[in-house]
């Protein structure tokens, strides 16, 4: 059945593995109807199994296979061509970013969108261009304007699930759940341990300038986002230190 997101169409992709690569490009965020327009060595191709790897492998299984692209439109109410060339063709032009915001008014209303990728050698040709609603264009280096065609869809993947994408990476600083962090007593205390351990080692020289080095490494302890197993690794290893010294 379908995922409800953008259909996938390439158009005479020339590789196995370019095919595997998409399919893992389309699963990474959620999107599962690819449909391939007369590749070039035929299909099922073993080479895009291979690259799929696992998972994704589902969205070969079911890929469908149309001689043209008019026939692969099948059921699309609204396209995209992917292109970086400029045409002459007069159409609507699209970022990834506001492609997706425009996919997703789209299917919310009903409708069923495609994201159409040509061939990795040139590209989509004028004819294909023609048949789709508007012209999606990447903003890229103009002096290498190329993306590989599983980079392509998976641009357009990460684009079109923003809002459907797992919560954002914990913070750094913040402490992963069940780690339990030190109180001030414990800070303090393994505070003591070194200061004391290093006024033994004669590391607060010259004298004059001890206290203000003692105030620093205060501070050095105050402000790391200690665990209470921190602490502990902490004095273990100071421990340790000493006693072979």
């Known amino acids: ?49 291979a690259m799929a790897s696992g998972a994704a492998g589902r969205v070969l299984d079911r890929a469908r296979v149309f001689p043209t692209l008019a026939e692969a439109m099948e059921g699309i109410s609204y396209a995209f061509a992917t292109t970086a060339r400029g045409r002459e063709l007069t159409k609507p032009i699209f970022t990834p970013a506001t492609a997706a915001a425009h996919a997703r008014t789209e ?56 809002d459907r994408l797992p919560m954002q990476p914990m913070p750094a600083g913040r402490r992963p759940p069940g780690e339990i962090p030190a109180d001030r007593v414990e800070v303090e205390r393994l505070g003591d341990h070194y200061e004391r351990r290093l006024d033994e080692a004669g590391y607060f020289f010259p004298e004059l300038k001890a206290p203000s080095m003692k105030q620093n490494l205060r501070n050095l302890w105050a402000r790391m986002p200690l665990t209470r197993a921190d602490v502990q690794v902490l004095h273990g290893m100071l421990r340790h230190l000493t006693r072979a010294r």
């Open 107 to 162: 299917i919310a209303q009903g409708g069923r969108v495609a994201f159409i990728f040509g061939p990795e050698r040139a590209g989509l040709d004028n004819a294909d261009v023609a048949r789709a609603s508007a012209i999606l264009t990447v903003p890229v280096n103009p002096d290498f304007p190329s993306l590989n065609l599983a980079q392509a869809v998976l641009l357009l993947g990460y684009e079109w699930a923003q």
């Open 1 to 49: 059945m379908p995922d409800g997101g953008p259909v996938i169409i390439l158009t005479r992709p020339q590789m196995g593995e370019n095919i595997g690569a998409a399919a893992r490009a389309m699963l990474n965020f959620g999107l599962t109807e690819l449909r391939l327009v007369d590749p070039r060595d035929g299909w099922p191709n073993p080479r895009a199994v």
